[in-house]
């Protein structure tokens, strides 16, 4: 690391060891529902589990249904490769994401919260069971009819995808659903539900102590506020940072990388993998569409350096997918298992490099054609490693 | 009036109403969305993606069988990006699936076979799947198999048997690359709480699931000059094979049908309508002995309602799921097996055949008349009573392979003697057929009165609907029926399994209470059997419905107990409903079973 370069700046928002929950949830309590919507969507909070669809707006969505029974849940069903943020949120502010969950609660009218937890973090159960019952006393104390229970998802990927966890929730077998209705109007049980990520519901609580302006200084138009990354791979430095949004990528291997930065993979599996030569015209945060110049992340940032052969980490990926594809859309079903065959094709000489082409291709159809967002995105990480390290894939 | 939704698709302006898709309105202009999930029998499954289509300002495409249209939406079918990705998805599809297309079961009708050949995917390149697929077939069950090799992973059959049959014998198994259709530890079918109805088969897009075929075994029958080989065919038969051989659904080809089985060679040509009736005889007397005991003799012991029992996958089902009521059950046998009982005996003997040197075999709407026929308390005659069940479809098989140019047959009519039936009998084919037989002849044996309804058209009973009920009060009884003067005989009548499951749970709920029900397993009844042509739809369950109905009203004897036959058969065989003969041969008993 350069000592002329200026290091990211670290937030201490989340983290921030505040035991004010029961007064923060009075004054937001004491809010008309309009007015923490307004400071919601004034935040310009998106949601953090990587989809980055606008917080406060979901909530206006769903608070408008007029329907008896709604639902909060809180995805933390955490399962994206290289993503492990939300275990810490989860194990050292709990009392944060229920504070928001329980606002969130009052403000859309509903009696019933959920946590789905990933089931490789039953671990956390003991301990989150115990922060509920003295939150539950909370709620009790300042008279708001909310419970929340904790819901042990079973280890698939797929069920941390909205409408698959509702699935999954209600016994089924965990496959997304058609898209619209969205969860607002018909979430678990058909009924209204704001799902937020384990991240966004801590972020309300901030903007709920400190206010929507304070957070808005945060980050850069269309990614305002900070983010909490899970930093892994060749790094000296490995874990949980909470950052800006809108930094570049160089920025960010400058801070984080070993020297030796090759690239970087943004998002996990199902993100993007940035190249050296592009690190500088690449930043971190939302942007109205997928440019590739502005990249959305849950959080997960991969570095490898030069050590890394990027057809094994392609591969390390595909198999994943391959496996954890729910398997009832075709494009995603088919498809994982003829990208994962077809590099080991390519590789292994039985296909000409030119049938690299013809994947890439059939990922432009995965992108348009899968159900859901696992198939869709399949198309990120290959096609942006395939295309920026093509002789990595055939030699 | 719900409100109307205006969009344009390929340009064209079409007005849907709300909540319909973008398919639904698609169809309106006669454009066609090529589909493979999807089914109009079942929920909108979303998951093959075949269907997608471009909606301007939407980056993705999206599917059309899933997608409501919505105001002002522009929605094109036909573009490059289209037609590319849906080149791919029937691409992807073949990857996974056993291409052995001549060798395979559903070659000619299948629907993914018709999909390759409308893309013209020729020049497939993607890598085989199929080498590396632990694929198995199941061939244990007397009635269905299933090849996983052809699958698609539609859920077609794993939607029909939830839904429309709610058994549930098949349900999607694992994820990723290894998910598959399958059954409760992935046992065989024969092994599980299936109830062979077929309907898996029928809603089947591939030749993952198919009947399983005895073509050959008939045909080995027929060139064995020492065997007489007997046929019988179900009523709903007549009005379904015709969609097999180039006529339109609900087309009558009784006449043809029955010229046809004698060009295949079958010695006797019989009609399963001829045994409907006597099981109108057995079950309507067994009805009224159960009346009896309950009104007169105030038996607690006497199980009603009494639910017909010619429907042997409804049969299977309450062994499976309501084994506690068995004893409401007819002990009647279905037609079908009243049917062979007799051949071997009753049959045999009129036209002086060793009846171990018959083979009987039946055509049947039906695959699950294929395990009936196998079930081990189906032996009475001493032998087999059935040894052979074909469905229409295989039927429709043996008369192309014959070489038999079907349109241009002569209608002839049934052999004598166990081959004449009267209208209530074809009416079997129906759902509330056998129901509305069974008052023609039971309300005129008390009462000495036809059936009070115009034409003897119990109309209450007939159509689609999940469950209908009917009561008839009975009124100037007939001196040995004076129990029954005033009563009012509560009935009720339902097709599919979801139904009859519902109709079951308000019976023990005791929301409701009945005398009499007839539950049929398929949608429709008989006519929509497992093993009647593909593809249906309720469309195509109507017109053959009025075919049935059109059949009956042009039957000169429609009453089951004015058939001369039958008549003669209990005078020169079985003495009387219900006599120590009819109780060896024509009913039999049930077996409780698992739950799963």
């Known amino acids: 690391m350069t000592t002329t370069k200026k290091q990211l700046h670290r937030i201490d928002l989340i983290f921030k060891n505040e035991q004010d929950c029961k007064e923060i949830l009075r004054n937001a309590l004491a809010r008309s529902n309009q007015e923490v919507i307004n400071e919601m969507v004034n935040s310009g909070l998106k949601g953090r589990g990587g989809a980055g669809f606008p917080t406060g707006l979901k909530w206006k969505l769903t608070a408008e249904q007029k329907v008896d029974e709604k639902f909060v849940i809180c995805n933390a069903d955490e399962g994206e490769p290289g993503t492990f943020k939300d275990r810490e949120i989860l194990t050292r502010v709990p009392h944060k994401v229920l504070s928001g969950m329980a606002v969130c609660a009052k403000i859309i009218g509903a009696r019933k919260g959920y946590i789905y937890l990933r089931g490789e973090y039953k671990f956390l159960v003991p301990n989150l069971k115990k922060e509920l019952r003295r939150f539950h006393d909370i709620l009790d104390e300042l008279g708001l009819d909310f419970r929340v229970e904790i819901f042990m998802g079973s280890g698939a990927y797929i069920c941390g995808e909205e409408s698959a966890l509702f699935e999954s929730m209600e016994g089924k077998r965990g496959e997304p659903r058609n898209k619209p209705p969205f969860p607002t109007e018909i979430g678990y049980l058909n009924k209204p539900t704001v799902i937020n990520n384990v991240e966004t519901l801590a972020h309300s609580y901030t903007i709920l102590k400190y206010g929507a302006k304070k957070f808005r200084e945060l980050g850069v138009k269309d990614s305002r506020g900070s983010k909490v990354f899970s930093v892994s791979g060749d790094t000296p430095i490995p874990g949980i940072y909470e950052l800006e949004l809108g930094m570049s990528v160089q920025d960010f291997v400058d801070d984080f990388g070993d020297g030796d930065t090759k690239a970087v993979q943004v998002g996990g599996a199902s993100g993007f993998l940035v190249p050296r030569k592009r690190f500088g015209k690449t930043s971190i945060g939302y942007q109205g569409k997928l440019t590739g110049i502005s990249l959305p992340t849950g959080g997960s940032m991969m570095i490898f350096n030069s050590s890394r052969s990027m057809y094994n980490v392609l591969n390390n990926y595909l198999d994943f997918f391959e496996e954890e594809s729910c398997g009832q859309c075709t494009p995603c079903r088919v498809g994982c298992q003829q990208l994962l065959k077809g590099i080991k094709a390519v590789k292994r000489g039985e296909k000409p490099a030119s049938y690299l082409d013809k994947l890439l291709k059939l990922t432009d159809t995965m992108k348009l054609t899968a159900k859901c967002g696992l198939g869709q995105s399949v198309a990120n990480s290959f096609s942006s490693i395939v295309e920026n390290f093509r002789e990595e894939m055939i030699y | ?596």
């Open chain 2, 1 to 596: 009036m719900s409100n109307m939704v205006n969009l344009t698709i390929n340009g064209i302006a079409v007005s849907v109403e709300e909540g319909k898709t973008i398919l639904e309105a698609a169809e309106k202009l006669h454009i066609k969305i090529p589909t493979l999930c999807y089914h109009k029998d079942l929920c909108v499954a979303g998951n093959c993606r075949v269907c997608v289509v471009e909606q301007v300002g939407n980056n993705k495409l999206v599917a059309s069988c899933a997608m409501p249209v919505s105001e002002g939406m522009e929605i094109n079918t036909n573009t490059l990006k289209v037609r590319n990705c849906r080149k791919h998805i029937i691409e992807l599809l073949l990857t996974e699936h056993n291409e052995e297309c001549t060798k395979c079961y559903r070659n000619g009708h299948c629907e993914l076979q018709e999909l390759a050949a409308e893309y013209q995917i020729t020049n497939q390149d993607f890598i085989d799947l199929v080498p590396d697929k632990s694929y198995t077939v199941d061939r244990i069950s007397p009635a269905i198999e299933k090849d996983d090799s052809k699958c698609i992973r539609c859920q077609r059959c794993v939607r029909t048997c939830a839904e429309i049959q709610s058994v549930g014998a098949i349900a999607v198994a694992h994820k990723g690359s290894e998910m598959k259709i399958s059954t409760v530890f992935d046992r065989a079918l024969d092994e599980v709480v299936c109830t062979n109805c077929g309907q898996c088969i029928v809603h089947c897009p591939t030749g993952a699931l198919t009947e399983k075929s005895y073509v050959e075994k008939v045909w080995d029958a027929i060139a064995d000059p020492e065997t007489h080989v007997v046929v019988q065919t179900a009523p709903a038969v007549r009005i379904g094979l015709g969609e097999e051989l180039g006529f339109d659904p609900g087309t009558r080809v009784t006449g043809k049908m029955v010229s046809a089985l004698r060009r295949l060679g079958f010695d006797s040509v019989l009609d399963t309508d001829f045994t409907a009736d006597l099981t109108i005889m057995e079950e309507g007397t067994e009805l009224l002995t159960r009346l009896k005991r309950a009104l007169v003799e105030d038996d607690p012991d006497v199980a009603l309602p009494m639910a017909t029992s010619c429907s042997p996958g409804w049969v299977k089902y309450i062994e499976h799921k309501y084994p506690e009521y068995l004893p409401n059950l007819s002990t009647c046998k279905s037609p079908q097996q009243m049917f062979g009982a007799l051949a071997k005996t009753y049959y045999a003997k009129k036209i002086k055949v060793d009846p171990q040197n018959i083979v009987s075999v039946s055509i049947m709407p039906c695959t699950a008349k294929k395990y009936e026929a196998n079930r081990p308390e189906m032996k009475d005659s001493g032998y087999k009573d059935v040894d052979f069940v074909l469905t229409t479809r295989e039927l429709a098989v043996m008369i192309r392979q014959a070489g038999i140019e079907f349109e241009k047959l002569n209608d002839e009519s049934f052999d004598s003697m166990m081959g004449t039936g009267s209208g209530a009998a074809v009416i079997f084919g129906a759902t509330g057929g056998v129901m509305e037989a069974a008052l023609r002849t039971a309300y005129e044996i008390v009462t000495g009165r036809e059936v009070p309804f115009e034409n003897l058209e119990i109309l209450p009973v007939r159509g689609l609907n999940g469950v209908k009920e009917v009561s008839i009060k009975i009124e100037g009884t007939l001196d040995d029926w004076k129990f029954l003067e005033g009563v009012e005989l509560k009935c009720a009548i339902t097709n599919g399994l979801e139904n009859a499951h519902q109709l079951m749970d308000n019976i023990k709920n005791g929301d409701r209470f009945y005398h009499f029900i007839e539950i049929m397993a398929c949608p429709g009844g008989c006519l929509g059997g497992g093993g009647q042509p593909y593809p249906v739809d309720n469309d195509v369950r109507l017109k053959r419905m009025q075919a049935i109905y059109n059949e009956d009203s042009d039957l000169a004897i429609r009453k089951s107990h004015e058939n001369p036959e039958i008549v003669q058969i209990y005078k020169d065989f079985l003495e009387e409903p219900l006599s120590h003969k009819s109780h060896k041969l024509l009913h039999t008993t049930y077996v409780k079973r698992e739950q799963y």
